[in-house]
């Protein structure tokens, strides 16, 4: 290729890559289903993109290297204090239900696609995981019970390395047991890979470690360190064993996860936003490689194969998991439905089919079409019929109402337990621990971090909130919420606290009321004045009305006293007031509102 079409294609990939991505966070759906596409349309079908013509002999290091990233990003969510955590039921699912639904795509693939039991096994590791890259599109659509949310949530997360750490296992056997000279020599090699893989990863998340808990090095230079560190690791570690580097930064990956006093989460956002990128354009390339000949020749197998494990494998799986739990049978039914394949499967499949395809195994090379139509198949019909099942099933959350509270401060904690009393989700996220906690301390569900972060994403439990109340006391923070939300919510659904600094400034300093949301309360209130009139004694009151007692006694009563702030109806939604509202409650409504304290004068009169 020449060098102006090899600048067309880069330029092709990025552009694609950037409208698949964007196509998928306007429908809510998984980002790889676009991607794959895209890659399959440009390359088989049409013939416009040719990655071995583009990259020649650099192509497979170029992916070695991705994949590489994508797991050490993938491993540094794996903390062990999770195992506390995410319950009975999710661990089960990572470990017993794991081991099943390996064990029966294992069988499948073997009966159904004449596989060999080696490569049969592989398929089985790379067709574990799910992954949240999946999962969070899928749930924001489904809007499944919470208890049904947080399991999948959960499971996507945990099993992504662990199922990355399986394949990359297996596949170093295979690769030993080729190399050897009978049994013993095999495992020999394969505990070679094993325990050079542990000590490169663990030696090297120690000393990255080191050098970020001492500041070795300034803050801006942990990302480059990191990445270097993880590209040093891969290569060190192949070069000494075979095959080892994948595990090596598998583990490093865990290991810097899991040290004490080490803060990850500017490397995490990185490599976050740095596996967006290489995913994206690695899964065009890939889809742009994969043999649509060899996918068709595959039969009616491949049919049968997806058959097993949606309707097998999966049921198996949470059957064994939830055995015991309170969930009941219509909750077992969709979690068994929902396990879309994503990232890990396709990327680790395609580097594990060339290397074995040239250390000999025949087949190798098929295990890329089929991962690739496992992925699609999945994601294709479980997006599809997901929320109309969670739906027939009546595990599907109503229209969402509840709220996403910028701030855990102490006036967010008082709102958020009258909006709880009104029956109302709410869930808390702030940047800083001490009020994480005591908001923790106080029974109220919390995210620990900013809203609108690369982490947020693919973490933040948007099930069942459908408001955001931007109740920090930056300003700057809660108009960064309402544009990352708007779209989630709707601009009708914004809400934040007033705010003296926006109004003394120009038009052109600030932001504008599209982008900051409506304000709070029928009468204004900053955060100084809503903590002040707090401290002072105002109290936040809710009051049913009755056809006794209706809407116009209620202004009697309290008259200017109250700042109204929510009101469920009669039928449970919960309404805003905000300064221009005309809202007339009626009987049967519940009205929430600060209230100051009597003064003697009133009390006199």
Same mark, same amino acid.
């Given at each position: ?71 050490? /990003? ?34 499948? =693939? ?38 049904? @949310? ?227 198949? =999945? ?17 599907? /959350? ?82 960064? @919420? ?19 600094? /926006? ?18 309360? =029928? ?69 929430? @509102? ?12």
């Amino acid at each position: 290729m020449s060098e102006q079409q090899i600048l067309l294609t880069f330029g092709g990939i990025g552009g694609a890559a950037l409208a698949c991505q964007w196509l998928a966070w306007r429908l809510k759906l998984p980002a790889i289903l676009f991607l794959l596409l895209s890659g399959i349309l440009a390359g088989p079908i049409l013939g416009w993109l040719d990655p071995q013509a583009m990259f020649g002999p650099l192509l497979m290091p170029l992916v070695s290297l991705a994949v590489a990233l994508i797991l050490f /990003e993938g491993s540094l969510t794996l903390h062990l204090s999770q195992w506390r955590e995410i319950g009975t039921v999710v661990r089960r699912m990572v470990t017993l239900g794991a081991l099943s639904t390996w064990l029966i795509i294992t069988l499948a =693939t073997h009966w159904l696609l004449d596989f060999d039991w080696m490569l049969a096994t592989l398929f089985g590791t790379l067709t574990l995981v799910t992954g949240p890259t999946v999962i969070v599109p899928m749930l924001r659509v489904v809007r499944p019970k919470s208890a049904i @949310a947080n399991i999948l949530r959960w499971e996507g997360i945990v099993i992504d390395p662990i199922g990355a750490l399986l394949a990359v296992v297996v596949y170093s056997f295979i690769i030993a047991s080729a190399a050897g000279n009978g049994l013993s020599q095999s495992l020999m090699t394969f505990a070679g890979v094993i325990l050079c893989g542990s000590a490169f990863g663990a030696a090297g998340g120690w000393i990255l470690g080191q050098v970020i808990r001492e500041q070795w090095l300034p803050e801006y230079l942990h990302n480059l360190a990191s990445l270097a560190a993880v590209l040093g690791i891969f290569i060190a570690a192949n070069q000494v064993m075979h095959e080892s580097g994948l595990l090596a930064v598998t583990i490093m990956g865990m290991w810097l996860a899991n040290m004490k006093g080490v803060d990850v989460r500017q490397i995490l956002h990185f490599k976050e936003n740095l596996s967006v990128l290489l995913i994206s354009g690695l899964f065009i390339l890939l889809a742009a490689r994969l043999d649509l000949h060899a996918l068709i020749g595959l039969g009616p197998a491949v049919l049968a194969l997806l058959l097993v494990i949606q309707l097998i494998a999966r049921p198996l799986n949470v059957a064994l998991s939830t055995w015991g739990s309170q969930l009941n049978w219509r909750e077992r039914a969709l979690l068994s439905w929902i396990a879309p394949r994503g990232i890990v499967a396709a990327a680790v499949s395609a580097i594990f089919a060339i290397r074995l395809h040239e250390a000999g195994h025949q087949g190798a090379l098929l295990l890329v079409p089929l991962t690739f139509a496992v992925i699609i198949g =999945t994601v294709v019909l479980q997006s599809a019929t997901a929320r109309p099942l969670a739906r027939l099933l009546k595990v599907a /959350e109503p229209a969402p109402s509840g709220f996403l509270i910028v701030g855990a401060n102490p006036p967010a904690r008082v709102i958020a337990k009258a909006l709880q009393q009104l029956d109302c989700r709410v869930l808390l996220t702030d940047s800083s621990w001490e009020n994480i906690r005591a908001a923790r301390m106080e029974g109220l569900p919390t995210y620990f971090g900013n809203p609108a972060s690369q982490h947020a994403d693919a973490h933040l439990d948007l099930v069942g909130l459908g408001h955001l109340l931007g109740l920090s006391p930056s300003g700057e923070l809660n108009t960064l @919420a309402c544009a990352r939300f708007r779209h989630d919510f709707g601009h009708a659904r914004l809400f934040v606290l007033a705010s003296g600094l /926006e109004a003394r400034r120009s038009d052109k300093h600030r932001a504008s009321d599209e982008h900051r949301g409506h304000v709070l309360g =029928t009468q204004l209130l900053t955060y100084v004045q809503l903590a002040n009139q707090l401290h002072q004694g105002a109290e936040l009151y809710s009051t049913h009305l009755t056809d006794t007692f209706g809407w116009e006694d209620y202004q009697a009563l309290h008259g200017e006293r109250a700042t109204l702030l929510f009101a469920r109806d009669a039928s449970g939604w919960v309404h805003v007031f905000g300064p221009d509202s005309v809202l007339k409650p009626g009987a049967g409504w519940t009205v929430v @509102a600060l209230i100051q304290p009597a003064t003697n004068d009133s009390e006199a009169g």
